[in-house]
């Protein structure tokens, strides 16, 4: 049975940093592009970062260009989410999801699984 867990959210001040990381469980995703959502309150799930199964091509939101950087590590089967200079509108909840498709996905459609999220909630 495939599962994604996430850890390292949490509350933090807003110029902070957090660590989201993603464990794959089950199968071995290393052919698999993987990805971070989010989904603020009251709003709907959005994208954040992707990157593809080689781990050399990125693809971020607007939002987060030059403050997130996505990454993985085939070995442990794990994917990354480094958050810097964080403010107040990035509070959400985060999901990482894994797509059957080996390049950048940013479309929901397009990811087979998905963890249960994790909490970033950031203060001013």
């Known amino acids: 049975q495939v599962q994604l867990v996430e850890s390292g959210g949490g509350l933090v001040q807003a110029g902070g940093s957090l660590r989201l990381s993603c464990a794959a469980s089950g199968r071995t995703f290393s052919s698999y592009s993987m990805g971070w959502f989010r989904q603020p309150p009251g709003q709907e799930r959005e994208f954040v970062a992707a990157?593809?199964?080689?781990?050399?091509?990125?693809r971020y939101t607007d939002a987060v260009k030059g403050r997130f950087t996505i990454s993985r590590d085939n070995a442990k089967n794990t994917e990354y989410l480094q958050m810097n200079s964080l403010k107040p509108e990035d509070t959400a909840v985060y999901y990482c999801?894994?797509?059957?498709?080996?390049?950048?996905?940013?479309?929901?459609?397009?990811?087979?699984?998905w963890g249960q999220g994790t909490q970033v909630t950031v203060s001013s």
């Open positions: 990157i593809d199964w080689t781990g050399s091509s990125t």
């Open positions: 999801a894994v797509s059957r498709f080996g390049q950048v996905q940013h479309d929901t459609r397009r990811y087979d699984y």
